[in-house]
């Protein structure tokens, strides 16, 4: 089992910057990617960015260049730097890990991030 607390999430205006942090507790060995979807109101959940065991990464398209994803493995913490943020950004940020060996994905509760124009 792995458990997920996420922190980070608020208001910011179009242009400004926030830093998402994800802390992972549990069996965090068998931890393979880690990551950060978000939910905007009416749509579909959508992967914003990933991270392996072994540091490569992969963005969705509309945040490329913006965002960067991160990972601390001896803090077991998964961090996303968001800048120049947008109004189309504005979702439920939720964390996730996916352990490899028992196929399993687990998730945070999510936190709100809201960018005004």
């Known amino acids: 089992q792995v458990q997920l607390v996420e922190s980070g999430g608020g208001l910011v205006q179009a242009g400004g910057s926030l830093r998402l942090s994800c802390a992972a507790s549990?069996?965090?060995?068998?931890?393979?990617?880690m990551g950060w979807y978000r939910q905007a109101p009416g749509k579909q959940r959508e992967l914003v960015a990933d991270i392996s065991s072994s540091g490569s990464t992969n963005y969705v398209d509309s945040v490329k260049g913006r965002f960067i994803i991160s990972r601390d493995n001896a803090k077991n913490t998964v961090y996303l730097q968001m800048n120049s943020l947008k109004p189309e950004d504005t979702a439920v940020y939720y964390c996730?890990?996916?352990?490899?060996?028992?196929?399993?994905?687990?998730w945070g509760q999510g936190t709100q991030v809201t960018v005004s124009s």
């Open positions: 996730y890990a996916y352990l490899r060996v028992t196929m399993n994905s687990y």
């Open positions: 549990g069996t965090v060995y068998s931890i393979n990617t």
